[in-house]
């Protein structure tokens, strides 16, 4: 990972990821994203030059609410590994990088924040799924800008 700011090849298409949204492409793109509290996980194939992330707000789903599955962490990584596995991946080549999980207001009187509820519950799935975490940037007090490469899993974090 290095620091922002950096050259964009103009052969890469872009994409600005929203909260609660995921986004997967077999075409080399460059997603970029904001984090505070919430979790963004990237996931690549860089033998097919695949990948994707997604940007969520919470762990679970609320019961009794039905929401968009993307803006629920297990969900949204369930959903972001099959759609790269769609594509061709194979989990033994997936790799992935977690982002985010701030506790934005500063230490909370909970036992755990829920920027750490949403790490974990990320870095849960990912265990469960088999595929390999090589980088994170998680908790702190501060949000993030990451811009991601799905074709390489080249990474620019910039605490904001």
């Known amino acids: ?24 492409s077999a075409e080399p793109t ?27 707000l919470l762990p679970h789903r609320i019961a009794g609410k039905d929401h968009a599955a993307a803006r629920f962490g297990m969900l949204a990584t369930h959903e972001l590994i099959d759609r790269i596995l769609a ?30 509820k949403n790490a974990n519950i990320a870095l849960d799935v990912l265990q469960e799924r088999r595929i390999a ?11 993030r800008k990451v811009v991601f490469h799905t074709d390489s899993g080249e990474t620019f974090v910039k605490v904001v």
Do not use: Q
């Not at 620091?3 to 890469?12: D, Q, V």
């Not at 975490?133 to 949000?143: E, F, K, L, N, Q």
């Open 30 to 56: 460059i997603i970029t994203t904001i984090l505070g509290s919430c979790v963004a996980v990237a996931i690549w194939d860089e033998r097919i030059g695949a990948g994707g992330m997604n940007h969520f």
């Open 87 to 116: 594509l061709g991946a194979t989990p033994a080549r997936m790799h992935a990088k977690v982002f985010g999980g701030a506790s934005m207001l500063g230490p909370e009187t909970a036992l755990l924040s829920i920027g750490d």
């Open 1 to 24: 990972m290095s620091a922002l700011p950096m050259h964009i090849p103009l052969e890469k298409r872009t994409h600005y990821l929203h909260a609660g949204r995921l986004h997967v």
């Open 133 to 143: 975490v090589v980088a994170s940037s998680i908790g702190g007090t501060r949000g």
